[in-house]
T-cell receptor, first 115, second 113 residues
Framework: DAGVTQSPTHLIKTRGQHVTLRCSPI?????VSWYQQVLGQGPQFIFQ???????GRGNFPDRFSARQFPNYSSELNVNALLLGDSALYLC??????????????FGEGSWLTVV | AQSVTQLGSHVSVSEGALVLLRCNYS??????LFWYVQYPNQGLQLLLK??????LVKGINGFEAEFKKSETSFHLTKPSAHMSDAAEYFC???????????FGTGTKLQVIP
C-alpha cells in the first residue's frame, strides 16, 4: 500500500510569491496534519484536518492556510512568502486525529526554499 | 500545554555500545509520549509510544523507552548500537483526544565503527 505522498518534493520560490503543497494520505485515513521543520529544529504543528474540517491550528500567521478535500487529500497554501518560510513541510495522516490511539504516518516532505 | 526537552543535540557512540538519548517532558495532563526517527532526506518514522499501558515501552529496531513520572523523563535506549541507527531522533508529546503532537529539537546520533 502507498504511504503518505507529498508533492512537489523540492521547489524554489521568490519572496512574495505563493506556494501550494499537496498531500495524499494513506488509503482509509481521514485525518491529515501539516508540520513545518526548519533546518536543525523539530517539526512544528501548523494545521490538522479531519473529515474536511479544521480541528487544530498552530501558531502560524494567516499567510498559512490549508484545506482538505472529499477524498481526504489536502493542500497547504502559503502566501507572501518570506525567507523564513524556507523549510521542510511534512504531511502526516492517521485514521483519526487522536495521536494516543492512532499511529501517525509521515510523508517524506516537500522542501521549500525561498530566495 | 505540553513540551519536551531533549538533552544533547548530538550524541556519538561506538558500534556495539549502549545508546541513551534523553528526553524530559512537561505536561499539565497525563501525557502521551513518542519517539520518532528521521533518516536523512526522509520523513519521520514512529519508533515507539507511551500511552499509559506500561511504563517500559518496546519499539522497533531494538529500541525501548521507560516512562518515569517522578523524573518526568522518557529516555530512549538500545543495548547495542548498529551503524544503521545513525539518524536524528525526536521525542514528542501530546495530550489525550484530538491533540497536536509537540516535538523536541532532536538529537543526532552518530555511530562510530
Amino acid at each position: 500500500d502507498a504511504g503518505v505522498t507529498q508533492s512537489p518534493t523540492h521547489l524554489i520560490k521568490t519572496r512574495g510569491q505563493h506556494v501550494t503543497l499537496r498531500c495524499s494520505p494513506i488509503s482509509g485515513h481521514k485525518s491529515v496534519s501539516w508540520y513545518q521543520q526548519v533546518l536543525g529544529q523539530g517539526p512544528q504543528f501548523i494545521f490538522q484536518y479531519y473529515e474536511k474540517e479544521e480541528r487544530g491550528r498552530g501558531n502560524f500567521p494567516d499567510r498559512f492556510s490549508a484545506r482538505q478535500f472529499p477524498n481526504y487529500s489536502s493542500e497547504l497554501n502559503v502566501n507572501a512568502l518570506l525567507l523564513g518560510d524556507s523549510a521542510l513541510y511534512l504531511c502526516a495522516s492517521s485514521l483519526d486525529p487522536s495521536p494516543s490511539e492512532n499511529t501517525i504516518y509521515f510523508g517524506e516532505g516537500s522542501w521549500l526554499t525561498v530566495v | 500545554a505540553q513540551s519536551v526537552t531533549q538533552l544533547g543535540s548530538h550524541v556519538s557512540v561506538s558500534e556495539g555500545a549502549l545508546v541513551l538519548l534523553r528526553c524530559n517532558y512537561s505536561s499539565s495532563v497525563p501525557p502521551y509520549l513518542f519517539w520518532y526517527v528521521q533518516y536523512p532526506n526522509q520523513g519521520l518514522q514512529l519508533l515507539l509510544k507511551y500511552t499509559s499501558a506500561a511504563t517500559l515501552v518496546k519499539g522497533i529496531n531494538g529500541f525501548e523507552a521507560e516512562f518515569k513520572k517522578s523524573e518526568t523523563s522518557f529516555h530512549l535506549t538500545k543495548p547495542s548500537a548498529h551503524m544503521s541507527d545513525a539518524a536524528e531522533y525526536f521525542c514528542a508529546v501530546s495530550g489525550s483526544g484530538y491533540q497536536k503532537v509537540t516535538f523536541g529539537t532532536g538529537t543526532k546520533l552518530q555511530v562510530i565503527p
